[in-house]
């Protein structure tokens, strides 16, 4: 089953590294990463969305605790949460194509936020069955190239999730 | 007042205790040892490769409990400690790796001797961190010492760029250190461990399972206490040896492979497993899904990927090993132990085992048996010396056949199963104990893979005494190829091999050998007769097999104990290798 896992980590360099090197050095499938800023500029988040057994994704959550520099690991498919992901699409646009591909972003509420004499560059967002739906209208127009930005979720209302609030300092050091 | 890096990183080593160096120098690390020229306070050991430097730093933490320090320089000298920090990896050992790096400014650039150490060892360090700038380096420093020996213990590497080594910044060593990201839990759960104390009472047929987890918590007495007062008995894994009395009559000796017969018996028939810093390693489980079918399993570790990972736990308690047998023994008392009788027919089935099945080995006029070494080892040593080993027959031998008594005297890879780490940690733990007598029993494959360190024990006069066992054969190979591959014996002979003696009077250590065995033991009271390295050179039977053994992907109580009679059908065999290498007798 997949599941998306939300990781707070210092935000040294290497960081990145040591988690994607955990995943591939143990065998665990990550089928999207994506990494961002927090609050705190020395924290960054990440969303793994990763699949595996109960017994596999345990020992996921449990390895990336193990790395000294992660601060919160939390399963959010254990609970409420919603998720959405952003994807740039390129389409070919010959001349009797522009009204369907503008039908269709607009059906999506998706926008073209760039335009030149051949191509349309559509951004939309939205759940993976959304994006997925809007690539597989567009495709017979002729897609030329397609940028996901992998899954963000976070927990729903006062769900857990990995929130920099209420951390300790990140080093107290008596001399 | 402003020091330099180099004096900073000696200041804090000083600050952290430690007393002794395994050290090679070279380009980018010449600062580091300007400073350590002519230091009081702290030795520094020349190997004579970084893999042997990093091996001896192993074994210094493995008598002492505390962390290893080796001290390279960058590029090749770097990579060459690369299968130590491995090997520390597995086995956790506290080590700490100070290695050199080039300038920050030329980092990436493919510079002389540049290796990018960080990614090199990120998946075999417990944490590794390159100091880019001298007022990060004390910090540094003490997050490491910190990150190597709390927790589960094991291996940190420090990079140090030659020009943050050279550069200065006022020395301020933080007192104490706390990291949010990283608080490894000591205590055991109340409740779970009130939880194991009911399973504990409930069972008929409990045994402790008890690993390296033990020794690194030193828990020795806390096991020991708590297996008199509820009368269970206790098998070590081989990391575990010496956790235990080798010669306490609840003593099973080590399980797993090349365990005792009674002691996976036991496992497998009992009803309770009481795992104590073991990780349920397969060469322990055999094969996993018919792993002690009917037992409860409480499986105590300090870390929790180990809790799960390969059996599931019933009572998974995360902690240190000394402080939950600690508690399991208060809450044990409190709570009802009773009769420490109730076991009785346990512990009789045990003895039955014991007795279907004992260790065994005939020795005759004519060859040496490579236990009848070990045996011998053992009785010259009274049982009171350290054991350091390679890896294969020898190493299993000597497991089988030493009684180790106390903490701390076994030293050997088990996780990583490293030739050629014996010699090295021998020297290593010479240098931590100096009153102590060192062997290194070690085979004649594993031996000549670090034989250059030789010359160290020489140089620092470490009466080292090296046991070859002589077999002309890389041993464990060779067995596997007569059992499960026709005896092709495709490239595990090596009879054309140096004179072990001569060769040991060349590096200006004593050389001796035995061919028979009425000279074993004459041998032995020379070597220890002598405060100088000795090579002992034991010509032993060369096709000696090692048993009990479970074959691969067999199950722990499928084992054979004597070699096939008679040639192998060929069918046989392509079947047995077909399922993995089984082949029963």
């Not at chain 2, 180790?404 to 733990?429: D, E, K, Q, V, W």
Request: hydrophobic residues 40%.
């Amino acid at each position: 089953m997949q599941h998306i896992v939300s990781v707070l980590v210092e935000n040294k360099f290497g960081a990145l590294s040591r988690i994607s090197g955990l995943f591939s050095g143990r065998g665990f499938n990550i089928e999207s990463l994506s990494v961002g800023p927090t609050l705190d500029p020395e924290i960054s988040t990440m969303t793994i969305v990763t699949e595996g057994d109960d017994r596999i994704i345990e020992q996921i959550i449990k390895q990336l605790n193990k790395l000294v520099d992660v601060i919160k690991v939390v399963d959010l498919t254990e609970q409420e949460y919603v998720e959405r992901e952003t994807a740039l699409i390129k389409i070919n646009t010959r001349s009797e194509d522009r009204a369907e591909a503008l039908r269709i972003v607009d059906i999506f509420r998706a926008k073209v936020i760039d335009s030149t004499p051949n191509t349309y560059t559509i951004e939309t967002t939205g759940d993976v069955k959304r994006i997925n739906a809007i690539i597989n209208l567009l495709r017979p127009l002729g897609i030329k190239n397609i940028i996901r930005t992998g899954r963000i979720a976070i927990a729903r209302g006062e769900g857990r999730s990995a929130s920099v609030r209420d951390l300790p300092e990140r080093r107290s050091v008596s001399r | 007042m402003k020091m330099t890096g180099s004096q900073i990183l000696v200041e804090c080593l000083k600050k952290e205790g430690v007393k002794t160096l395994f050290a090679y120098p070279g380009g980018v690390n010449l600062p580091i040892f300007d400073v350590l020229y002519g230091q009081k306070d702290l030795d520094v050991v020349l190997c004579r490769h970084e893999q042997g430097g990093g091996h001896m730093a192993e074994g210094y933490a493995r008598v002492t409990g505390k962390a290893g320090v080796v001290l390279v320089t960058s590029g090749p000298g770097a990579t060459n400690t690369v299968t130590a920090i491995a090997d520390a990896a597995m086995d956790s050992t506290p080590m700490i790796i100070l290695t050199g790096q080039v300038p920050t400014q030329m980092i990436g650039n493919d510079a002389f001797q540049e290796a990018d150490m960080v990614g090199i060892t990120r998946p075999c360090t417990k944490y590794n961190i390159l100091v880019k700038d001298v007022n990060d380096l004390a910090q540094a420093v003490k997050e490491a010492f910190y990150i190597a020996t709390s927790g589960r213990p094991g291996p940190v590497l420090i990079d140090l760029p030659k020009d943050v080594v050279l550069a200065k910044a006022a020395f301020n060593y933080p007192e104490s250190v706390y990291i949010r990201s990283y608080s490894p839990n000591r205590k055991g759960n109340k409740w779970q461990v009130k939880q194991a104390v009911q399973e504990i009472l409930k069972a008929k047929k409990p045994i402790i399972y008890a690993g390296g987890g033990v020794l690194a918590s030193d828990a020795s007495k806390e096991l020991k206490d708590l297996a008199e007062a509820a009368h269970i008995p206790v098998t070590n894994t081989l990391m575990g040896l010496g956790g235990f009395p080798g010669t306490h009559p609840l003593f099973l000796g080590m399980l797993g492979m090349h365990g005792m017969y009674w002691a996976n018996m036991a496992i497998h028939n009992s009803d309770l497993i009481i795992a104590v810093g073991a990780r349920f390693d397969d060469r322990v489980t055999g094969r996993v899904k018919d792993f002690a079918p009917n037992a409860r399993i409480i499986h105590i570790d300090i870390d929790p990927t180990s809790i799960h990972k390969v059996i599931t736990a019933d009572v998974p308690i995360v902690g240190e090993a000394k402080t939950i047998l600690g508690d399991l023994l208060h809450y044990l008392s409190t709570m009802g132990n009773g009769d420490s009788g109730k076991y009785a027919a346990w512990h009789e089935q045990i003895e039955a085992w014991k007795k279907e099945q004992p260790l065994l080995y005939e020795q005759n006029d004519e060859t040496i048996k490579p236990q009848y070494v070990i045996e011998k080892i053992y009785e010259a040593t009274r049982g009171d010396a350290i054991i350091a080993t390679d890896v294969g027959q020898h190493q299993m031998w000597a497991a089988q056949y030493y009684k180790f008594n106390h903490p701390r005297t076994f030293l050997t890879s088990g996780g990583l199963g490293t030739m050629g780490y014996g010699l090295p940690a021998a020297i290593g733990a010479q240098m931590a104990a100096p009153e102590k007598v060192v062997f290194a029993i070690v085979g004649d494959g594993g031996v000549v893979m670090n034989i250059q360190e030789l010359t160290t024990a020489v140089q620092y006069k470490l009466p080292v005494k090296i046991a070859i066992i002589n077999n002309r054969y890389l041993g464990m190979v060779r067995q596997w190829q007569q059992l499960f591959y026709d005896k092709r014996y495709s490239s595990s002979f090596i009879g054309d091999q140096p004179d072990f003696v001569k060769l040991a009077e060349a590096f200006g250590a004593v050389g001796l050998s035995a061919a028979k065995p009425e000279e074993v033991e004459g041998v032995l009271q020379e070597a220890l007769s002598t405060d100088r390295p000795v090579v002992m050179d034991f010509r032993v039977d060369e096709e000696e097999n090692c048993y009990p053994m479970v074959p691969a992907g067999a199950a722990i109580n499928e084992m054979v104990f004597r070699d096939p009679v008679g040639p192998r059908p060929a069918a046989e065999i392509q079947k047995a290798k077909k399922a993995g290498g089984i082949l029963t007798a």
